[in-house]
């Protein structure tokens, strides 16, 4: 059974840096992509980035993007998100999910790790 673990999540102030990772068990070849999401209190869950497990194409939201970096490790079966310059409004708890594609539906999702980003 395929399962996503997230981990990696904490209390950063403003400015630095925390890299997360996404532990994946049971990943079949039908699915290529993996992707990082958020959501805030109170708002609605975001797409942050993803990757291609296979060609490692990377694709990012216009508010991430030149701050974080995602990237894979195929060995490990983990992806990792490497979040640079982070800002209050970075907050929230971050997930990872499994997809056949970056733009198609996501199947699968971790439990989330939180990221709260304050002084």
């Known amino acids: 059974q395929l399962q996503l673990v997230e981990s990696g999540g904490g209390l950063v102030q403003p400015g630095g840096s925390l890299r997360l990772s996404c532990a994946a068990s049971g990943l079949t070849l039908d699915y290529d992509a993996i992707g990082w999401f958020r959501q805030a209190p109170g708002k609605e869950r975001e797409g942050v980035s993803c990757?291609?497990?296979?060609?490692?194409?990377?694709n990012y939201a216009e508010s991430v993007k030149g701050r974080f970096t995602i990237s894979r490790d195929n060995a490990k079966n983990t992806v990792y998100l490497q979040m640079n310059g982070l800002k209050p409004e970075d907050t929230g708890v971050y997930y990872c999910a499994v997809a056949r594609l970056c733009v198609l539906p996501y199947d699968y999702w971790g439990q989330g790790t939180q990221v709260t980003v304050s002084s």
């Open positions: 990757i291609s497990t296979a060609g490692g194409t990377t």
